[in-house]
């Protein structure tokens, strides 16, 4: 066979980039795409050569794969409010504008404008954010990962201690690959388990803190519940047995409250830094991006004498964050600053995130209502159907808000393919599949979205299955 196999005649890089013309992605990529198709063509002789038509439309599919992993927004039909693979907490355009006035030019970052000198940087955010958390101090890291990171390692390598006492029920994994023993570990941590799954008791903590423990640390359930027989101390209890044995008590809240979320129907309470603070805890961390609403980040409040020392240790400045975070989360904290003013204090209205849990059922309905009716007598038919959204980003699993949903069925019976062509489209619709139908929940839908979804749904129904759009260069993979 293979002295017959013909010469392995492929096409010039300039005749596929022709063929390809015109293309959204930036023309050194393309080249790049091209000449690695083309080398994977020329080292696999047994494979016979495609016909050129052939190799575009395999090419064409490949820059399409690749523009997809661009940043870009996209529409969030899931109804999950702080989705993690959807960036989490949205910024809305308040935070963009006055991030834009910040950053656009220079801005007095690390500069004090009394004096003239070096400055501290981000002075008035870690005064914020102590007011906020009822705590002598605070300060910020990348994100709430790091800040366990920096935690862990700091009292470690501080105190000469090497074990860290945690309840069996709270060696939990937080998302991909975050595990709780892994990072007590990676930190130079020796992992001292104490209690069972469901049940730890004051007994337990202090019979596992020796002259060796570092530190007792407590990891909130953000995303999980246990229910029946279980049972577990008070903060306080813990708080008492870390004091006298005179070691830190540290509290990975995770889900990051600022406020009282239980105060909007349908969620269920999180235990708020100012409150696990006054229980006796030393230090508390928590994220920026789930349940605050602000940019991703990872915040530590408490003792004055720790946070000094967390900011000298030198692991502290790897960790640090961008002025963007800087500016994104210094105004998301105003927001809660001048709603804790007034004297209805609930959740600051000014934050997305809030907009978004506190929209009520009757609005979205009437938001679902007029969209319903511009979709008119197309095929196939647009229902509107109650539903329930959820916060995501492991944040508190158990509450559901109600909500209203677009729903339609594929006439081909195709869920797959319908909801590969909405994410296609520009900008990409992320719907949720269930129950047979393709769902757009309105909770997570900007109002200035709605006409984008009506053209993403429109243009998923009229371009049928294998076809690919030559001019946005998408089609179904
Ligand atoms: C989410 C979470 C983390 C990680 O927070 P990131 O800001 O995503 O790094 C850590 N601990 C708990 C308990 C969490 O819920």
């Known amino acids: 066979m293979a002295n017959l196999a013909p010469q392995r005649a492929l096409p010039s890089v300039d005749r596929v980039l022709q063929a390809l013309a015109p293309f959204e992605l930036p023309r050194p990529m393309v080249v790049r795409i091209i000449r690695d198709h083309l080398a994977a063509l020329r080292h696999a002789p047994e494979e016979p050569v495609p016909a050129f038509e052939a190799l575009v439309g395999d090419l064409r599919r490949r820059l399409v794969a690749v523009a997809d992993t661009r940043l870009q927004a996209v529409i969030n039909g899931t109804g999950i409010l702080a989705h993690t693979n959807l960036g989490r907490a949205p910024l809305g355009t308040t935070n963009l504008n006055a991030l834009r006035s910040m950053l656009e030019g220079y801005s007095n970052l690390e500069f004090a404008l009394s004096d003239g000198r070096r400055g501290s940087r981000g002075a008035y955010l870690e005064f914020g ?85 570092a530190l007792i640390l407590r990891v909130h359930h953000s995303n999980f519940f246990m229910e029946g027989f279980v049972d577990r101390p008070t903060d306080a209890e813990i708080a008492g047995i870390a004091r006298s044995a005179g070691i830190p008590f540290i509290v990975d809240l995770g889900s990051g409250a600022l406020v009282d979320i239980a105060s909007i129907s349908g969620l269920h309470p999180e235990p708020l830094p100012g409150e696990v603070l006054e229980a006796g805890a030393d230090l508390v961390c928590f994220s920026g991006d789930k349940l605050l609403g602000g940019p991703q980040a990872g915040i530590i409040a408490g003792r004055r004498a720790s946070i000094d020392a967390l900011k000298a240790d030198p692991l502290f400045r790897a960790l640090r964050c961008d002025k963007l975070v800087f500016a994104a989360l210094q105004t998301a904290l105003d927001a809660y600053l001048h709603a804790a003013s007034r004297r209805d204090a609930g959740p600051p209205t000014a934050i997305p995130l809030v907009q978004l849990m506190t929209r009520t059922v009757d609005d979205l309905a009437a938001r679902a209502a007029r969209l319903r009716s511009r979709w008119g007598a197309r095929a196939p038919e647009l229902e509107v159907h109650p539903c ?44 949720r599949a269930a129950e047979g139908y393709c769902w757009i929940d309105l909770r997570t839908v900007f109002p200035e979205q709605e006409e984008q979804v009506l053209e993403a749904l429109a243009s998923a129904f009229q371009s049928s299955a294998g076809e690919v759009s030559p001019t946005t260069g998408c089609g179904p993979a």
């Open 388 to 431: 329930q959204s959820q916060i995501g980003g492991g944040v508190s699993p158990r509450s559901l808000l109600p909500s209203v949903a677009l729903r339609t069925k594929p006439r081909d019976g195709d869920l797959d393919g319908l909801l590969h062509r909405l994410r296609q489209h520009r900008p990409p619709l992320i719907g």
């Open 129 to 213: 954010l102590s007011t906020l958390c009822h705590a002598e101090a605070a300060t910020v890291v990348n994100n709430c990962a790091a800040a366990l990171v920096l935690l862990l390692h700091h009292f470690v390598a501080t105190s000469h201690k090497r074990e860290v006492v945690i309840s069996r029920g709270e060696l939990i994994q937080i998302g991909g690959g975050f595990r709780i023993p892994e990072i007590l570990e990676s930190s130079g941590a020796t992992l001292r388990e104490i209690g069972t799954t469901n049940r730890t008791s004051v007994d337990d903590y202090r019979q596992g803190v020796t002259s060796d423990t």
